[in-house]
């Protein structure tokens, strides 16, 4: 039974983006771009989204490259959470 269970919880999402914003305590900005085919033309366009991201370290700074990880929410528009810091800013 228990073992069903785990299998039936959806594994959760993990997305790669630059902090953009380092400004909060423990709360960093994080712009994630996917690059998606436009359905009709076949174009390919690049997609911006902004997540607002829990670093609980305050490790992540601007120009930060990181992982980041689906969570429960932790506040009022934090669902995610810094899981590594792929590449320091120059």
Same mark, same amino acid.
């Given at each position: 039974?228990?073992g069903?269970?785990?299998a039936?919880r959806?594994?959760?999402? +993990? &997305?790669?983006?630059?902090?953009?914003?380092a400004?909060m305590?423990?709360?960093? +900005?994080?712009a994630?771009?996917? &690059?998606? &085919?436009? !359905? !009709?033309?076949?174009?390919?366009l690049?997609?911006? &989204?902004?997540?607002?991201?829990?670093?609980?370290?305050?490790?992540a700074?601007?120009?930060d490259? +990181?992982?980041?990880?689906?969570? !429960?929410?932790?506040?009022?528009?934090? !669902?995610?959470r810094?899981?590594e810091?792929l590449?320091?800013?120059?």
């Amino acid at each position: 039974m228990a073992g069903e269970e785990k299998a039936a919880r959806a594994t959760r999402k +993990v &997305r790669e983006g630059t902090v953009v914003s380092a400004k909060m305590d423990k709360t960093v +900005v994080v712009a994630v771009t996917d &690059r998606v &085919r436009h !359905r !009709r033309y076949g174009k390919t366009l690049q997609r911006t &989204r902004k997540f607002y991201v829990h670093d609980e370290a305050n490790d992540a700074k601007e120009g930060d490259r +990181v992982r980041i990880s689906e969570t !429960r929410p932790l506040s009022h528009l934090k !669902r995610w959470r810094v899981v590594e810091v792929l590449e320091r800013a120059r």
